[in-house]
């Protein structure tokens, strides 16, 4: 049987450097600035969110709800955790989510690639149709 360790658990690997700074920086900042970045955070999540229903409850099709899956749910979800790692940001769910921010980078860039390659498909779908009826 192991033994007990208190060391704290940081799951997700180790935690980014960037976290004693940004807690530092946080501290820092006026109250006004603090309540004003926490409202940005209700408003985003809240606003993703309603976005997410509204889409979904009034366009029937399935690309309206991968949209609303694979984008505005995120955001809102994002938005969320933002702002209780604004409350706690010494917290284990702050050093957990700093360890994953590099995979997070990762796939945000993957998916805006993703994105993009649709438009420009789409853009390109549109180009060659009005080019076969001329």
């Known amino acids: 049987m192991p033994e ?3 060391d704290p658990i940081h799951p997700g690997g180790s935690p980014s450097p960037e976290v004693p700074d940004f807690v530092a ?14 409202l940005y955070a209700v408003l985003g999540g809240a606003g993703s969110a309603y976005a997410s ?3 979904v409850s009034e366009v029937h099709h399935w690309g309206a709800w991968a949209f609303a899956l694979l984008v505005l ?4 979800v994002a938005a969320f955790v933002f702002l209780g ?3 706690a940001p010494d917290s284990a769910l702050a050093t957990m989510l700093s360890s994953a921010r590099k995979r997070a980078t990762v796939v ?5 690639v993703g994105f993009l390659s649709l438009i420009v498909g789409l853009l390109g779908f ?9």
Do not use: M, N
């Open 53 to 55: 229903y509204v889409l």
């Open 126 to 134: 549109v180009a060659w149709e009005l080019w076969k009826v001329r």
């Open 25 to 38: 920086k946080w501290r820092a900042l006026r109250p006004r600035a603090k309540v004003l970045v926490g």
């Open 108 to 112: 945000a860039i993957a998916v805006g």
């Open 85 to 87: 790692v604004l409350i």
């Open 73 to 76: 749910d995120p955001i809102a």
């Open 4 to 6: 007990f360790s208190a």
